[in-house]
DNA sequence: AAAAAATGCAACCATTTGGTTGCCTTTGTC
DNA sequence: GACAAAGGCAACCAAATGGTTGCATTTTTT
């Protein structure tokens, strides 16, 4: 039986494009990357009060938001006559593996191609 | 004069979205993030190449590879009658960099909530 | 009960996007 | 020189996107 590769010496994993792309289409967008910084520091919030935030209507907030909902990046919870959005940090945190799986294919690449110049 | 803050207690940066939303955008297709993944594992390829492996166009491989061009994800090297791409990694540094800046303050805004509830 | 606040729903609009096709130009190759 | 390969340019198209406005609904507040 032949000794198992040591860690890291492979060819990484091809990260799943259709997974990841609906995430960066949702972060693609100046206004929706804002919501997502104004969640993450400020806490649940309403539409109200987001939208007092930018210069768009309370109605561009809520499509932005339901983009964002779709990707999985916020959630919201109803309570009383106002809706709160949060953060969600998982789908966030997908998208960074994506970038980090990119990145080290670029690496593993420009190894390979080192030592083929080398050797 | 008062003693130095200690690295990484304070509030994060926040990220510049309008800098990091057009690369967002451009990954945010499936098409462009396999031709992303194409380009980072097999190094430089023409248009020609790339179309073949997909089931779009060439024109269409064509304008996708000019989004990516446009937020600096990739450059091209024109040789003999070919155009040759070439994956460039600042860009999608970057972009990582912009996903970790969102995490930490969503970390800190973690961080100040218990801190809260504890005292 | 009436008024105000927060939101939902729906229609509408202009622009962008992702794709196509047809044809022209440039560059190798036989 | 003739032909094939690789690509550029431009027109066109349908659908998605980002925005608006007007009005209805649900909850609070007074």
Redesign the pocket.
């Known amino acids: 039986m032949p000794r198992r590769r040591a860690r890291g010496t492979g060819a990484p994993q091809r990260p799943a494009p259709e997974v990841s792309a609906p995430v960066f289409?949702a972060l693609?967008?100046e206004?929706r990357l804002w919501l997502i910084t104004a969640l993450c520091a400020g806490g649940s919030q309403?539409?109200?009060?987001l939208?007092a935030g930018t210069?768009?209507?309370?109605?561009?907030v809520?499509?932005?938001l339901r983009?964002l909902a779709e990707a999985g990046l916020v959630r919201?919870v109803?309570?009383?006559?106002?809706?709160?959005w949060e953060f969600a940090p998982g789908q966030l945190e997908e998208a960074r593996r994506s970038l980090d799986v990119i990145a080290a294919q670029w690496d593993y690449a420009l190894t390979r191609l080192k030592r083929a110049v080398e050797g």
């Open positions: 289409a693609g967008d206004t309403s539409i109200a009060q939208t210069q768009i209507s309370r109605q561009a809520t499509k932005h983009v919201d109803k309570v009383g006559r106002e809706r709160l």
